[in-house]
């Protein structure tokens, strides 16, 4: 990827302005990690990746990026580039796009759960530091959904499922 105004990276443009109100029932998320869940056992379908050439070029990118579902682009951009796709310099070097898909009810989530479960509930979770680590924690206890008040901030902000490591990608919520 050599031209930032490159239609096929446009879901990447500009984070910091549009990252809080979706892109098109799109979500981006950055990092390793997340990425890792995202290929191997996300509820949500990736769309596609962007990449530094240092991160691609490293060892342990090649098998993370093997992981990738088949159809699925990865592109690969200089560090300059990939800052003003961005908007900022992106430290991490690992970006993708992931389809929303339809809000869940929670009748309908709680509905599909059978036999005992852990559910987490939670109210007023506006910080996207501590709804990260909701999930993390609901991941790692296997709760089997997350419920939130409307006052709660979106589990699939950039910020939150990086703090999750993924948690938010793997734990249902409503």
């Given at each position: 990827m050599e031209d930032p105004a490159?239609?096929?990276?446009?879901?990447?443009?500009?984070v910091r302005e549009r990252d809080l109100?979706?892109?098109?029932?799109?979500?981006?998320l950055e990092g390793e990690n997340v990425l890792r869940v995202l290929a191997?056992?996300?509820?949500?379908?990736?769309?596609?990746?962007?990449?530094?050439?240092?991160?691609?070029?490293?060892?342990?990118t090649d098998a993370l990026l093997g992981r990738v579902p088949a159809g699925v682009p990865v592109y690969v951009?200089?560090?300059?580039?990939?800052?003003?796709?961005?908007?900022?310099?992106?430290?991490?070097g690992v970006l993708s796009l992931a389809e929303r898909g339809p809000a869940r009810a929670?009748?309908?989530?709680?509905?599909?759960?059978?036999?005992?479960?852990?559910?987490?509930?939670?109210?007023?979770?506006?910080n996207h530091d501590n709804m990260g680590g909701l999930f993390?924690?609901?991941?790692?206890?296997?709760?089997?959904a997350v419920l939130l008040d409307a006052e709660s901030c979106d589990p699939l902000y950039r910020k939150a499922v990086r703090v999750s490591?993924?948690?938010?990608?793997?734990?249902?919520?409503?």
């Open positions: 490159d239609p096929r990276v446009r879901g990447y443009v500009d109100s979706g892109r098109d029932n799109l979500f981006l191997a056992r996300s509820l949500y379908r990736p769309v596609s990746v962007l990449v530094s050439e240092a991160r691609a070029r490293a060892p342990q951009a200089a560090q300059p580039v990939l800052d003003r796709i961005v908007g900022f310099h992106i430290h991490r929670a009748d309908d989530l709680l509905g599909a759960i059978e036999g005992p479960a852990t559910i987490v509930a939670a109210v007023g979770i506006t993390r924690n609901a991941a790692a206890f296997g709760a089997r490591v993924g948690g938010a990608l793997v734990v249902p919520f409503a």
